[in-house]
């Protein structure tokens, strides 16, 4: 196993020179990985201290068989070898179509061993393909609403790029409740209906990651406090981070099925810390809702179908 103190992580940048790098305190592997055959290729990696990134939403076991189903296209990023075997110093990404297992067993016969709990993607003539220095790195379907979920994990191949040869990935929905175990908190999507992303730059071929598409980066991140189970009524506060400025709009459903726009509204005292002067989100910046100074609550309301209306936020009494 990899020593902790050799490891690092690399945020907020798409250049290896670049960025904040946090110290990795801790290596988790799965308890049952098999080097000899790539079985459970997946581990943990405890940081030193907290990453200021948003969580990266998980694909679950109920929503994996439509994120990766055959023919579905799914992105792979990293900084691996290229076509003259040098790595890249720059993020790169590229799109490649989803196999059948069944096929991939066909292909990877003993003493290769393909399992349910592996993604197989790529395969392509002339294709893109993930390569030696990207293992560990993510595999991507995009969500319409959500965004990006990560499926896989690159583990194995038999070369790049070669027609017929499969990407093997780890399905990350495979091991939830071995990620769940030590990450209680961790986002898996719940709900799935995957879109396609665009037309990618091929990993192998050494072209910059055209990141803004389909939005590897650009993530937003809410947590509410308190955690866990609410009470009906209990005051809640909404943390909200995102990787790009923009403009914020917060809604939630009532009881009757209604809309109601939490954020803005005409109780928001100004929060410059947070947002600009045009209530523009700034980047990587933790905004609270309500600040300490707004002049509302939000509160736990029943679900649609549940009571009678109830308003999901409500003026706050003077003091």
Known sequence: MVAAATLSVLEGSEALGAGRRIAVQRVIPHPQYDSGKMRNDIALLQLAQPSTRPRQL???????????????????????????????????????????????????????????????AGGEAKGSDSCQGDSGGPLFATLPVSGPVQVGIVSWGIGCR?????????????????????????????????????????????????????????????????????????????????????TLLLYSKDADGKMVQLFPNKFVADNPSAFTAGRSIKADVTAVIPGPADRFTITAAPPPGRSPSSPSWRRRKPT
């Open 58 to 120: 998980l694909a679950s076991a109920a929503v994996a068989p439509a994120l990766v189903a055959p023919g579905i296209n799914a992105t792979v990023v990293g900084w691996g070898e290229m076509n003259a075997r040098a790595t890249s110093s720059t993020l790169l990404q590229a799109s490649l179509p989803v196999v059948a297992l069944e096929r991939c067993r066909e292909v990877y016969r003993d003493p290769y061993e393909i399992l349910d709990s592996n993604i197989c």
């Open 162 to 246: 070669r027609e017929g040869k499969y990407g093997v990935y780890t399905a990350v929905a495979a091991f939830e409740a071995f990620i769940r175990q030590y990450v209680s908190d961790a986002s898996f999507a719940t709900d799935a209906t995957p879109s396609q992303p665009g037309p990618l730059t091929s990993v192998a071929a050494a072209q910059p990651a055209a990141l803004p598409s389909p939005g590897l980066v650009r993530q937003v991140s809410v947590d509410v406090t308190p955690t866990g189970p609410v009470k009906l009524g209990t005051s809640v506060t909404l943390s909200v981070r995102s990787t790009d400025a923009g």
